[in-house]
């Protein structure tokens, strides 16, 4: 009889145990709360770590910074010496 109810008791627990994970809630990316991040070249507003240049809101002068700060800020081989 002991047995028995250590078996019972354990088979309730390990029940008890599997279906917990059953209640988690969805994390949706879409739901209430979720402040969607706006375009990069729109801009914080003005910052002292802006680069000159660059109008925030402007799409092809944003683009235009990021292609020049890669191929003459970021690659190695142009800043090499010779």
Same mark, same amino acid.
């Given at each position: 009889?002991? %047995?028995?109810?250590?078996? *019972?008791?354990?088979? %309730?627990? @390990?029940?008890? *145990?599997? *279906?917990?994970?059953?209640?988690?809630? /969805?994390? !949706?990316?879409? =739901?209430?709360?979720?402040?969607?991040?706006? @375009?990069?070249?729109?801009?914080? =507003? $003005?910052?002292?770590?802006?680069?000159?240049?660059? #109008? /925030?809101?402007? #799409?092809? $002068?944003? !683009?235009?910074?990021?292609?020049?700060?890669?191929?003459? =800020?970021?690659?190695?081989?142009?800043?090499?010496?010779?």
């Amino acid at each position: 009889m002991m %047995i028995h109810r250590l078996t *019972l008791s354990t088979a %309730i627990a @390990a029940a008890l *145990l599997a *279906l917990s994970a059953c209640g988690d809630k /969805p994390q !949706e990316m879409t =739901g209430a709360g979720v402040k969607q991040d706006g @375009a990069s070249f729109q801009g914080v =507003g $003005s910052s002292q770590y802006a680069q000159s240049g660059w #109008k /925030p809101g402007d #799409k092809t $002068s944003w !683009e235009q910074q990021l292609k020049s700060r890669a191929q003459y =800020g970021q690659n190695d081989y142009t800043r090499m010496t010779k």
